[in-house]
């Protein structure tokens, strides 16, 4: 019964390529967000989906594009793929913006070559 | 700008012993102060929070102390055990709909 699932778990591809990442939520909420964390383990926020609306799309490369096909799924979707793209990439989710609890996914491992 | 400032940004704690970590913040319309805990592999996940109203909240081995006037909160783990070796993230919440501020993230190592 996992509440935050995100495929794949690892991602390796080459320079340019494009890929998506996919995340699913069954806890039923409202809000939906991306992390990016880097090596350094800092944790970034990327992108916020309230009910499938763009809520907060931070300083982030327009390469990178979420797209919400209902409101328990938000995939991202990563154009032109850089070696500082290398990263993992959290989705969580939460009960209204800044809810009190946000649940993170597993994450995905996207190394770029 | 850096509302959210964590330290240290890491520690060495022998089992059985305290660990502490800080969190000092700018923005005075913070409403809620959690603290999040992050084991290798996996995603972050919610491991104690306190409302600005009470100055301290124990769960089990887990405190947190917050200082409305110095705006800081704490992380204290007592008795530390070699199973609390992660990373550690504050991230208080703005007051009204907007997402958490998550601080640098703190990895703690308890050796035996």
């Known amino acids: 019964d996992t509440a935050v699932s995100q495929t794949p778990k690892y991602l390796v591809t080459q320079m340019g390529n494009d890929k998506s990442i996919k995340c699913e939520q069954n806890l039923g909420h409202d809000t939906m967000y991306w992390y990016k964390q880097d090596s350094k383990k800092f944790l970034k926020i990327m992108f916020s989906y309230n009910n499938k609306e763009l809520i907060i799309n931070e300083t982030v490369p327009n390469r990178f594009s979420p797209k919400s096909p209902d409101k328990a799924h938000l995939n991202l979707h990563i154009n032109s793929l850089e070696l500082g793209d290398s990263a993992v990439y959290f989705c969580a989710s939460s009960q209204l913006t800044g809810g009190n609890e946000q649940y993170f996914g597993p994450g995905t491992r996207l190394t770029v070559t | 700008q850096q509302q959210v400032k964590q330290s240290p940004q890491s520690l060495i704690v022998q089992k059985g012993g305290i660990s502490i970590i800080n969190c000092a913040y700018e923005?005075?319309?913070?409403?809620?102060f959690p603290w999040y805990q992050q084991f290798p592999g996996k995603g972050p996940a919610l491991l104690i929070a306190i409302r600005p109203d009470v100055s301290e909240k124990k769960e089990g081995r887990f405190t947190i102390s917050f200082n409305k006037s110095a705006k800081q909160f704490s992380l204290h783990i007592m008795d530390s055990q070699p199973g609390d070796s992660a990373t550690y993230f504050c991230?208080?919440?703005?007051?009204?709909?907007?997402?958490?501020?998550f601080g640098k993230g703190t990895r703690l190592s308890v050796i035996a």
């Open positions: 991230a208080p919440r703005p007051a009204g709909n907007t997402p958490l501020v």
């Open positions: 923005n005075t319309a913070f409403d809620y």
